[in-house]
């Protein structure tokens, strides 16, 4: 925030209330202040306005698809376009950045990035900062993923088996107990690992999941 008396303690204080804020509704403060540094004097940075975007949309998000989406920017994107005004970025020079990805054979993630690259110019359109969507020119760019399909379990006998499986479980609590709470919710892992105890209405046996943490946005 900086130092007294460069900043003064009313100012100071209108800081700390704005950063309990962010940290009140799960949003790091770091990230507040890092795009705050890099949007000074008007530099419209492809980093300053990828962590605009993510700041101002994470909040809707699970915990886990905000932190995995701006530590997949920040380890494969900022090092290479993160200091360039996003409206001089080419189709070439993110496509070189995808090219990096994919030579750790993560495919999957180049196209995830690709993605979340894309949302970000859309982003600096609507806001004045860059004119078109060079992601755009990249679709089909990166390889296909190949998925794998587990065949589903269809014999009464081996749902059977499944569910001692389950039971018989002896590793750590948490996990056994997610284990053994799987097949009694049929959600998906991360609404079991991040359930919290305000969805749960222990009188009328029922948990709701909020809308926003849902894959397809609909309350269940």
């Not at 920017?73 to 080419?90: E, H, V």
Request: charged residues 25%.
């Amino acid at each position: 925030m900086g130092l007294y008396p460069d900043v003064s303690l009313k100012v100071a204080r209108q800081k700390r209330d704005e950063y309990r804020t962010f940290v009140a509704d799960g949003i790091d403060p770091s990230i507040i202040r890092k795009a705050e540094k890099l949007t000074v004097g008007g530099q419209d940075s492809f980093e300053a306005v990828a962590r605009e975007w993510h700041t101002k949309f994470s909040a809707n998000w699970s915990k886990s698809h905000a932190t995995k989406t701006i530590e997949n920017l920040q380890n494969n994107i900022f090092p290479w376009l993160g200091a360039m005004p996003i409206k001089d970025i080419k189709p070439t020079e993110l496509l070189a950045a995808l090219r990096r990805i994919e030579s750790r054979g993560a495919i999957y993630t180049a196209r995830r990035v690709l993605g979340v690259c894309s949302s970000v110019f859309k982003y600096a359109i609507t806001t004045g900062q860059a004119e078109r969507n060079q992601a755009a020119d990249l679709v089909g760019a990166t390889p296909p993923t190949k998925t794998k399909h587990h065949a589903p379990i269809t014999e009464p006998k081996e749902v059977g088996g499944l569910m001692r499986a389950l039971q018989d479980y002896r590793g750590s609590f948490v996990t056994a107990t997610a284990l053994k709470l799987s097949p009694l919710v049929f959600v998906r892992p991360s609404e079991l690992r991040e359930a919290e105890w305000l969805g749960f209405d222990i009188d009328n046996a029922e948990w709701r999941v909020p809308a926003g943490r849902m894959k397809m946005g609909a309350f269940t």
